[in-house]
């Protein structure tokens, strides 16, 4: 499985930015769909961004215009802007890896199968206050 370290994140105030990095171990990180999950205290962890191979990306509606997904295949990287933060936004964050081949022609769309079978980064912290 690729490994995954994760760098960024912190605290901001209302209407601030954070950028989240994501880097992955494996050569072959060009294979894989990756994307960003949140998880809020008391709250299930959510997908909330991804981006496939081809660059085609997703978002829920709640991030949409605000936050933006980025991927790097050279440097094997996988970043996450975040413009216009809210308390809403606060929350633990994590990037995950899902090899193509795993998704049995699915999208990269957040799914369950990434809780599956994915790769995890250690994950950070972003918090917002108001």
């Known amino acids: 499985q690729v490994r995954l370290v994760q760098s960024g994140g912190g605290s901001v105030q209302t209407g601030g930015s954070l950028r989240l990095s994501c880097t992955a171990s494996?050569?072959?990180?060009?294979?894989?769909?990756m994307g960003w999950f949140r998880q809020a205290p008391g709250k299930q962890r959510e997908g909330i961004a991804s981006?496939?191979?081809?660059?085609?990306?997703f978002y829920v509606e709640s991030i949409k215009g605000r936050f933006t997904i980025s991927r790097d295949l050279a440097k094997r990287t996988l970043e996450l802007q975040m413009d216009s933060l809210n308390p809403e936004d606060t929350a633990m964050y994590y990037c995950?890896?899902?090899?193509?081949?795993?998704?049995?022609?699915?999208?990269?769309?957040?799914?369950?199968?990434?809780?599956?079978?994915?790769?995890w980064g250690q994950g950070t912290q972003v918090t917002v206050s108001s």
């Open positions: 995950a890896a899902v090899p193509t081949y795993r998704l049995n022609g699915e999208s990269c769309v957040p799914s369950k199968t990434y809780f599956a079978v994915g790769s």
């Open positions: 981006m496939a191979n081809d660059r085609t990306t």
């Open positions: 494996e050569s072959r990180y060009s294979s894989y769909c």
